[in-house]
T-cell receptor, first 110, second 112 residues
Framework: KNEVEQSPQNLTAQEGEFITINCSYS?????LHWLQQHPGGGIVSLFM???GKKKHGRLIATINIQEKHSSLHITASHPRDSAVYIC????????????FGGGTRLMVKP | DAGVTQSPTHLIKTRGQHVTLRCSPI?????VSWYQQVLGQGPQFIFQ???????GRGNFPDRFSARQFPNYSSELNVNALLLGDSALYLC???????????FGPGTRLTVT
Protein backbone atom coordinates (compact mmCIF):
# COMPACT_ATOMS: atom_id res chain seq x y z
CA LYS A 1 0.00 0.00 0.00
CA ASN A 2 1.33 3.42 -0.95
CA GLU A 3 2.08 5.81 1.89
CA VAL A 4 0.12 8.54 0.10
CA GLU A 5 -3.14 7.73 -1.64
CA GLN A 6 -5.22 10.12 -3.70
CA SER A 7 -8.78 9.87 -4.91
CA PRO A 8 -10.19 10.00 -7.41
CA GLN A 9 -7.49 9.17 -9.96
CA ASN A 10 -9.45 10.87 -12.71
CA LEU A 11 -12.16 13.50 -12.47
CA THR A 12 -14.24 15.20 -15.14
CA ALA A 13 -16.36 18.20 -14.18
CA GLN A 14 -18.47 20.83 -15.89
CA GLU A 15 -17.38 24.43 -15.68
CA GLY A 16 -18.66 26.02 -12.50
CA GLU A 17 -18.83 22.83 -10.45
CA PHE A 18 -17.35 22.49 -6.97
CA ILE A 19 -14.51 19.97 -6.99
CA THR A 20 -12.96 17.98 -4.16
CA ILE A 21 -9.77 15.93 -4.38
CA ASN A 22 -8.80 13.76 -1.42
CA CYS A 23 -5.46 12.68 -0.03
CA SER A 24 -4.85 10.11 2.72
CA TYR A 25 -1.48 9.23 4.17
CA SER A 26 -0.25 6.57 6.54
CA UNK A 27 2.92 8.08 8.02
CA UNK A 28 3.70 10.85 10.48
CA UNK A 29 4.27 14.08 8.66
CA UNK A 30 5.56 17.56 9.32
CA UNK A 31 3.85 19.13 6.30
CA LEU A 32 1.62 18.34 3.35
CA HIS A 33 1.85 19.95 -0.06
CA TRP A 34 -0.68 20.31 -2.84
CA LEU A 35 0.91 20.71 -6.25
CA GLN A 36 -0.45 21.37 -9.73
CA GLN A 37 1.12 19.86 -12.83
CA HIS A 38 0.14 20.99 -16.31
CA PRO A 39 0.75 19.04 -19.53
CA GLY A 40 4.43 19.36 -20.35
CA GLY A 41 5.44 18.65 -16.78
CA GLY A 42 5.92 21.92 -14.92
CA ILE A 43 4.91 21.66 -11.26
CA VAL A 44 3.58 24.61 -9.28
CA SER A 45 3.19 24.55 -5.52
CA LEU A 46 -0.35 25.49 -4.50
CA PHE A 47 -0.32 25.00 -0.75
CA MET A 48 1.89 23.81 2.05
CA UNK A 49 0.06 23.13 5.29
CA UNK A 50 0.57 21.38 8.58
CA UNK A 51 -2.78 22.12 10.22
CA GLY A 52 -6.17 23.66 9.59
CA LYS A 53 -7.13 25.30 6.35
CA LYS A 54 -5.66 27.61 3.72
CA LYS A 55 -7.39 29.54 0.95
CA HIS A 56 -6.01 31.15 -2.17
CA GLY A 57 -8.50 32.51 -4.65
CA ARG A 58 -10.85 29.71 -5.65
CA LEU A 59 -8.66 27.04 -4.06
CA ILE A 60 -9.07 25.79 -0.50
CA ALA A 61 -6.93 23.15 1.20
CA THR A 62 -7.73 21.48 4.49
CA ILE A 63 -5.89 18.96 6.60
CA ASN A 64 -6.95 16.76 9.52
CA ILE A 65 -3.79 15.54 11.22
CA GLN A 66 -5.60 13.08 13.51
CA GLU A 67 -7.34 11.40 10.58
CA LYS A 68 -4.27 11.69 8.31
CA HIS A 69 -6.39 13.21 5.56
CA SER A 70 -6.34 16.33 3.41
CA SER A 71 -8.68 17.73 0.80
CA LEU A 72 -8.22 20.21 -2.01
CA HIS A 73 -11.34 22.06 -3.09
CA ILE A 74 -11.83 24.14 -6.21
CA THR A 75 -14.84 26.43 -6.26
CA ALA A 76 -16.43 27.67 -9.50
CA SER A 77 -14.18 25.42 -11.58
CA HIS A 78 -12.92 26.64 -14.93
CA PRO A 79 -11.40 24.82 -17.92
CA ARG A 80 -8.03 26.40 -17.09
CA ASP A 81 -8.09 24.40 -13.83
CA SER A 82 -7.61 21.26 -15.93
CA ALA A 83 -4.35 19.71 -14.73
CA VAL A 84 -2.97 16.94 -12.56
CA TYR A 85 -3.19 17.72 -8.85
CA ILE A 86 -0.63 15.99 -6.67
CA CYS A 87 -0.54 15.57 -2.91
CA UNK A 88 2.90 15.19 -1.34
CA UNK A 89 3.91 14.77 2.29
CA UNK A 90 7.06 15.58 4.16
CA UNK A 91 7.61 12.71 6.57
CA UNK A 92 8.86 13.42 10.07
CA UNK A 93 12.66 13.52 10.23
CA UNK A 94 12.95 13.20 6.45
CA UNK A 95 14.48 16.60 5.75
CA UNK A 96 13.30 18.00 2.46
CA UNK A 97 12.30 14.65 0.99
CA UNK A 98 8.73 14.54 -0.34
CA UNK A 99 6.62 11.41 -0.78
CA PHE A 100 4.06 11.87 -3.52
CA GLY A 101 0.64 10.51 -4.25
CA GLY A 102 -0.16 9.27 -7.72
CA GLY A 103 -2.00 12.43 -8.72
CA THR A 104 -5.57 13.25 -9.72
CA ARG A 105 -6.14 14.12 -13.35
CA LEU A 106 -8.82 16.81 -13.54
CA MET A 107 -10.58 17.88 -16.70
CA VAL A 108 -13.06 20.74 -16.55
CA LYS A 109 -15.31 20.97 -19.58
CA PRO A 110 -16.81 24.28 -20.75
CA ASP B 1 14.18 36.60 -10.78
CA ALA B 2 14.59 33.44 -12.83
CA GLY B 3 13.00 30.29 -11.54
CA VAL B 4 14.61 26.89 -11.38
CA THR B 5 16.08 26.00 -14.76
CA GLN B 6 16.91 22.57 -16.12
CA SER B 7 18.74 21.40 -19.19
CA PRO B 8 18.29 19.84 -21.56
CA THR B 9 14.51 19.98 -22.02
CA HIS B 10 14.34 16.69 -23.88
CA LEU B 11 16.86 13.93 -24.39
CA ILE B 12 16.87 10.62 -26.24
CA LYS B 13 19.45 8.02 -25.29
CA THR B 14 20.10 4.37 -26.07
CA ARG B 15 20.19 1.55 -23.52
CA GLY B 16 23.59 1.27 -21.88
CA GLN B 17 24.54 4.89 -22.41
CA HIS B 18 24.96 7.42 -19.64
CA VAL B 19 23.28 10.77 -19.22
CA THR B 20 23.93 14.00 -17.31
CA LEU B 21 21.05 16.29 -16.41
CA ARG B 22 21.60 19.80 -15.08
CA CYS B 23 19.72 22.05 -12.70
CA SER B 24 20.22 25.66 -11.65
CA PRO B 25 18.35 26.65 -8.49
CA ILE B 26 16.71 29.95 -7.77
CA UNK B 27 19.29 32.51 -6.72
CA UNK B 28 19.89 32.22 -2.99
CA UNK B 29 18.57 28.66 -2.73
CA UNK B 30 21.16 26.26 -1.39
CA UNK B 31 19.14 23.05 -1.40
CA VAL B 32 18.43 21.04 -4.53
CA SER B 33 16.32 17.90 -4.77
CA TRP B 34 15.93 15.52 -7.72
CA TYR B 35 12.80 13.53 -8.54
CA GLN B 36 11.91 10.94 -11.17
CA GLN B 37 8.38 10.89 -12.57
CA VAL B 38 7.45 7.93 -14.72
CA LEU B 39 4.52 8.56 -17.05
CA GLY B 40 1.20 8.33 -15.24
CA GLN B 41 2.70 8.22 -11.75
CA GLY B 42 3.64 10.69 -9.06
CA PRO B 43 7.27 11.78 -8.71
CA GLN B 44 9.74 9.67 -6.71
CA PHE B 45 12.50 11.22 -4.62
CA ILE B 46 16.03 10.49 -5.85
CA PHE B 47 18.45 12.83 -4.03
CA GLN B 48 18.67 15.95 -1.96
CA UNK B 49 21.80 18.09 -1.79
CA UNK B 50 22.46 20.96 0.57
CA UNK B 51 25.67 22.94 0.73
CA UNK B 52 27.28 20.51 -1.71
CA UNK B 53 26.61 17.51 0.53
CA UNK B 54 24.14 14.67 -0.01
CA UNK B 55 21.43 14.99 2.63
CA GLY B 56 19.01 12.36 1.43
CA ARG B 57 18.78 9.49 -1.02
CA GLY B 58 15.74 7.63 -2.29
CA ASN B 59 15.44 3.99 -3.25
CA PHE B 60 17.39 4.15 -6.51
CA PRO B 61 20.29 1.97 -7.67
CA ASP B 62 23.90 3.08 -7.61
CA ARG B 63 23.65 3.85 -11.34
CA PHE B 64 22.14 7.12 -10.18
CA SER B 65 24.49 9.72 -8.75
CA ALA B 66 24.48 13.44 -8.28
CA ARG B 67 26.58 16.32 -7.12
CA GLN B 68 26.20 19.96 -6.23
CA PHE B 69 28.65 22.66 -7.23
CA PRO B 70 29.90 25.70 -5.28
CA ASN B 71 27.34 27.88 -7.09
CA TYR B 72 24.62 25.42 -5.84
CA SER B 73 23.78 24.15 -9.32
CA SER B 74 23.49 20.39 -9.53
CA GLU B 75 23.99 17.50 -11.90
CA LEU B 76 22.19 14.17 -11.94
CA ASN B 77 24.08 11.34 -13.62
CA VAL B 78 22.60 8.03 -14.68
CA ASN B 79 24.86 5.25 -15.96
CA ALA B 80 24.03 2.10 -17.94
CA LEU B 81 20.61 3.42 -18.93
CA LEU B 82 17.67 1.04 -18.95
CA LEU B 83 14.36 1.40 -20.77
CA GLY B 84 12.74 1.89 -17.37
CA ASP B 85 14.76 5.04 -16.78
CA SER B 86 12.57 6.82 -19.32
CA ALA B 87 10.85 9.50 -17.28
CA LEU B 88 10.52 13.18 -16.51
CA TYR B 89 13.34 14.23 -14.19
CA LEU B 90 12.42 17.12 -11.96
CA CYS B 91 14.67 19.37 -9.95
CA UNK B 92 13.43 21.49 -7.06
CA UNK B 93 15.22 24.10 -4.99
CA UNK B 94 14.49 25.58 -1.61
CA UNK B 95 15.86 28.11 0.82
CA UNK B 96 17.79 26.89 3.83
CA UNK B 97 15.37 26.09 6.63
CA UNK B 98 12.30 26.27 4.38
CA UNK B 99 10.04 23.39 3.42
CA UNK B 100 8.72 25.23 0.35
CA UNK B 101 10.13 23.70 -2.83
CA UNK B 102 10.19 25.36 -6.24
CA PHE B 103 10.19 23.00 -9.19
CA GLY B 104 11.92 23.33 -12.53
CA PRO B 105 10.23 22.42 -15.83
CA GLY B 106 11.89 19.03 -15.91
CA THR B 107 13.99 17.09 -18.39
CA ARG B 108 12.14 14.42 -20.34
CA LEU B 109 14.46 11.46 -20.90
CA THR B 110 13.57 8.75 -23.39
CA VAL B 111 15.68 5.60 -23.46
CA THR B 112 15.32 3.46 -26.59
Amino acid sequence: KNEVEQSPQNLTAQEGEFITINCSYSVGISALHWLQQHPGGGIVSLFMLSSGKKKHGRLIATINIQEKHSSLHITASHPRDSAVYICAVRRNNAGNMLTFGGGTRLMVKP
Amino acid sequence: DAGVTQSPTHLIKTRGQHVTLRCSPISGHKSVSWYQQVLGQGPQFIFQYYEKEERGRGNFPDRFSARQFPNYSSELNVNALLLGDSALYLCASSLAGSYEQYFGPGTRLTVT
